[in-house]
Nanobody, 124 residues
Framework: EVQLVESGGGLVQAGGSLRLSCAAS????????IGWFRQAPGKEREGVSC????????DFLDSVKGRFTISSDNAKNTVYLQMNSLKPEDTAVYYC?????????????????WGQGTQVTVSS
């Protein structure tokens, strides 16, 4: 059984940092692109960042470029999203997801597996 488990969310003041983790079981990140998505109340889910297993490339939502980074620890089968200089508009539930096509995409339909999400709240 494939399982993705996010952790690391919480409440932080604007300008602060959080590191989200996505730990996988039942699959290895070597064969999947891992995406981070977020969904704020009343809004559609949007892609935040992605790490391709095919070529190691990454992609970021324009509004988080320069503030967020994505990395992986294959030995731990975990992908991280480091979020710095957080803003109130970053408040959302953050999800990680795995795409077997291995290349990054912001299209949620390509992702076969999803975590349960972790809440990030940034206060002003």
């Amino acid at each position: 059984e494939v399982q993705l488990v996010e952790s690391g969310g919480g409440l932080v003041q604007a300008g602060g940092s959080l590191r989200l983790s996505c730990a996988a079981s039942g699959l290895t990140f070597d064969n999947y692109a891992i995406g981070w998505f977020r969904q704020a109340p009343g809004k559609e889910r949007e892609g935040v960042s992605c790490l391709s297993s095919a070529d190691g490339s990454t992609d970021f939502l324009d509004s988080v470029k320069g503030r967020f980074t994505i990395s992986s620890d294959n030995a731990k089968n975990t992908v991280y999203l480091q979020m710095n200089s957080l803003k109130p508009e970053d408040t959302a539930v953050y999800y990680c997801a795995a795409d077997p096509r291995s290349y990054c995409s912001g299209y949620t339909g390509w992702y076969d597996y999803w975590g349960q999400g972790t809440q990030v709240t940034v206060s002003s």
